[in-house]
């Protein structure tokens, strides 16, 4: 069996950086080619066009191809072209693209494609109550409706995602999986007092809300810290700097408590998520998030918010806290909670880590997928 995946991001020390959804992918990768099955994936929109093989994963870079007029649709068709010459060479039997602003549509292969659903944009706008460009929903659409079957990376996605678009086939829940030997408890010791968030600064990752917890969470915890991890960005609404916003969201005599780091290599983000006393992720807008089932992984007891996607991973007080992010007064508290009782801290890490190796594991999600995987090739 030979899986090809279209892309326009990846993890890799070429192409600019990632978020979830290339981690996502890498993961799913990684994992099909320990199961002997051939993996090739088509990165589009580069800067660079190169082709080579890397960890018995076959890449291919596609340049970004830009005509004047209908340049979504030349380019589109230009993708196609480079991409079914290489399915027809290398006989890559399937093909599986993510469903963020339809790379895919107006595309067609010969070959049966799949969307996963890690979140449109479409998705993302309903999430967080602002208004989607037109456009972008017509790629989304025309990709969704076109494709042979619709994965989503969680039930909470899958049913908004149909619900959107109005589609009529069945969306199967195939959840994101992570290597639990990759992603496993460090011997670190952990610095008493304090809290890890990890991600993008933006809004819809709840880090305003973050804000507000803490300047609470100081009154009651004088020693408590605060370190973020996360490229900042601009925010939708303010059109300004999200990190610059986070701090006037702060009161003056706690910043001296809060570090930043924009970047750091992936050992690094491991070794600062074992030393964190807990990690806080209060996000408005996931699918299933990496950043959680890394957290969970490595044994972390997290507070995290309460949405439609949280439930499918977390266990509420077995796992950690949920709690609706814009409740500050309960946020900061069931943060405290955890730095102030160890044990309790100790013993819900212990069963977050537990939970992703029985379910959310990269031996039994990547299963999942190659059962798909055949089924359709067996069905076409």
């Given amino acids: 069996m030979h899986i090809g995946f279209i892309t326009t991001e990846y993890p890799h020390n070429e192409l600019p950086s990632s978020g979830g959804l290339g981690t996502s992918i890498k993961n799913l990768a990684e994992a099909l080619v320990v199961e002997g099955v051939k993996v090739s994936v088509f990165v589009v929109g580069t800067e660079i066009k190169n082709s080579f093989q890397e960890n018995a994963i076959n890449f291919h870079f596609i340049k970004r191809y830009k005509v004047p007029l209908l340049t979504w649709f030349v380019t589109r068709k230009h993708y196609q072209k480079e991409i ?9 039997d399937i093909l599986e693209a993510p469903d963020w602003t339809g790379i895919t549509a107006f595309m067609n292969f010969k070959i049966p494609l799949i969307i996963r659903c890690n979140g449109s944009d479409a ?19 025309n990709a969704l409706k076109n494709a042979d079957a619709v ?38 010791e952990v610095k008493e007092n304090s809290i890890l968030y990890f991600g993008t600064i933006i809004r819809k990752k709840g880090v305003f809300e973050l804000a ?60 600062e998520i074992s030393k964190a006393g807990v990690v806080v992720l209060p996000s408005f807008a996931e699918a299933f998030p990496m950043t959680w089932l890394e957290a969970m992984a490595m044994g972390k007891a997290l507070v995290t918010s309460n949405i439609g996607w949280a439930k499918e991973m977390m266990l509420n007080g077995v796992t950690g806290f949920m709690v609706d992010p814009k409740d500050h007064e309960v946020f900061a508290d069931r943060i405290n909670t955890l730095l102030v009782d160890d044990n ?20 039994i999600t990547t299963k999942r997928s190659m059962d798909f995987y055949k089924k359709l090739i067996d069905n076409q």
Avoid at 155 to 184: H, R
Avoid at 222 to 228: D, R
Avoid at 344 to 363: P, T, Y
């Fill in 344 to 363: 309790l801290n100790i013993n819900l890490g212990k069963q977050a880590r537990s939970r992703v190796v029985q379910h959310f594991s990269s031996e």
């Fill in 212 to 271: 507000k917890a803490f300047n609470i969470l100081k009154v009651r915890n004088p020693e408590v810290v605060l370190k973020l991890i996360g490229k900042d960005s601009e925010d939708i609404f303010q059109e300004e700097s999200s990190l610059e916003l986070f701090y006037k969201m702060i009161d003056s005599k706690f910043l001296k408590d809060i570090s930043y780091s924009s970047h750091l290599p992936y050992e690094e983000i491991k070794a």
């Fill in 123 to 141: 998705y993302f706008c309903h999430l967080e109550g602002r208004k989607q460009k037109w456009k972008n929903y017509w790629f989304e659409k």
């Fill in 151 to 188: 994965l989503a990376a969680s039930n909470f996605t899958g049913k908004i995602t149909s619900q959107l678009f109005s589609l009529d086939n069945e969306i199967i829940t195939i959840y994101n999986g992570i290597d639990t030997k990759v992603f496993n408890p460090l011997c670190i």
């Fill in 84 to 92: 079914s010459k290489i399915v027809k060479n290398d006989k890559i």
